[in-house]
T-cell receptor, first 117, second 113 residues
Framework: EAGVAQSPRYKIIEKRQSVAFWCNPISGHATLYWYQQILGQGPKLLIQFQNNGVVDDSQLPKDRFSAERLKGVDSTLKIQPAKLEDSAVYLC??????WGQGSGAQYFGPGTRLLVL | GENVEQHPSTLSVQEGDSAVIKCTYSDSASNYFPWYKQELGKGPQLIIDIRSNVGEKKDQRIAVTLNKTAKHFSLHITETQPEDSAVYFCAATLKAAGNKLTFGGGTRVLVKP
């Protein structure tokens, strides 16, 4: 079974530019998560989708970050405009269930490493 | 919301010895506790998890214990090997919060040959 796919793996941009990240979850996983991981810290949830609907975006800086999952499969996360403090690893994860039903285990992709100069 | 504290932040062990990482959580309603291993340049990899209705779970050299009364859970790695060197994260989640994971700060484990 293929894992969570993310692209690009690395991105370097200048502040005030825009950037987009792509995620393809494990086949059949209805729940998709985007996390931000700053160097030396644990991942922090940005947004959670169930199919194509947003479940939780309370930690998403909505003035500059946006995310969508239009067909309930792939997802994109965008930052516009980027700030220096956005330098981090952006991780995508997926799980087969929501609300703690069944396994609920989250599986992570390799991440996109963003450096904002 | 949930808060997860993880200790120690770094751990150095001799190959063959055991390693123990401890986490405490704040919300007594938390019901799922996974552990992740993250190697340099990679995403977190789920290595073991435990639910609130179980006190202990083992998988080969890895075990997790949960004390609901004290609100803490621990990861035990026995017979450590150099390939166990990585950063380990504990996490906790609330069923009522839509399976949202809150992570600890991580433990950098170094296994010396």
């Amino acid at each position: 079974e293929a894992g969570v796919a993310q692209s690009p793996r690395y991105k370097i941009i200048e502040k005030r530019q825009s950037v987009a990240f792509w995620c393809n979850p494990i086949s059949g996983h209805a729940t998709l998560y985007w996390y931000q991981q700053i160097l030396g810290q644990g991942p922090k949830l940005l947004i959670q989708f169930q199919n194509n609907g947003v479940v939780d975006d309370s930690q998403l800086p909505k003035d500059r970050f946006s995310a969508e999952r239009l067909k309930g499969v792939d997802s994109t996360l965008k930052i516009q405009p980027a700030k220096l403090e956005d330098s981090a690893v952006y991780l995508c994860a997926s799980s087969s269930s929501l609300w703690g039903q069944g396994s609920g285990a989250q599986y992570f992709g390799p991440g996109t490493r963003l450096l904002v100069l | 919301g949930e808060n997860v504290e993880q200790h120690p932040s770094t751990l150095s062990v001799q190959e063959g010895d055991s390693a123990v990482i401890k986490c405490t959580y704040s919300d007594s309603a938390s019901n799922y506790f996974p552990w992740y291993k993250q190697e340099l340049g990679k995403g977190p990899q789920l290595i073991i998890d435990i639910r609130s209705n179980v006190g202990e779970k083992k998988d080969q050299r890895i075990a997790v214990t949960l004390n609901k009364t004290a609100k803490h859970f621990s990861l035990h790695i026995t017979e450590t090997q150099p390939e166990d060197s990585a950063v380990y994260f504990c996490a906790a989640t609330l069923k009522a919060a839509g399976n949202k994971l809150t992570f600890g700060g991580g433990t950098r484990v170094l296994v010396k040959p």
